[in-house]
Nanobody, 132 residues
């Protein structure tokens, strides 16, 4: 059973930074998985932000909305997937989710392009609200 638990959301001001954490079960970081961060704003479709493949082709991929101002990191010793986003804007207001899905021989870009509906395991999400 894969379990994910997010923490670190909250209310911030425009221009602030935020760091989110997701505690992963052992299955995900020790085997071949796609793991990453997604978000969903009210009235919008869920979107991928930053993904990591944990297998032998372990690579990272950032969506355009996150590229250049975000960092995703997988700490295998602590079982924690972290995500930091800088220069936050009101458009970044959303519920942020950690997700995982088994994927053999996948790279980070494939973890992104395969799309959020294919991910089997999700955390409950953490709300991030950015005010101007």
């Amino acid at each position: 059973q894969v379990q994910l638990a997010e923490s670190g959301g909250g209310s911030v001001q425009t221009g602030d930074s935020l760091r989110l954490s997701c505690t992963l079960s052992r299955d995900t970081y020790r085997n071949n998985y796609c793991v990453g961060w997604f978000r969903q704003a009210p009235g919008k479709e869920r979107e991928g932000l930053a993904l990591i493949s944990t297998g032998s082709r372990g690579t990272t991929f950032y969506a355009d909305s996150a590229k250049g101002r975000s960092t995703i990191d997988l700490d295998n010793a602590q079982n924690i997937l972290s995500f930091q986003m800088n220069s936050l804007k009101p458009d970044d207001t959303a519920k942020y989710y950690c997700a995982a899905d088994p994927c053999v021989n996948c790279d980070g870009e494939y973890c992104y392009t395969k799309g959020w509906p294919t991910y089997h395991y999700w955390g409950r999400g953490t709300q991030v609200t950015v005010s101007s």
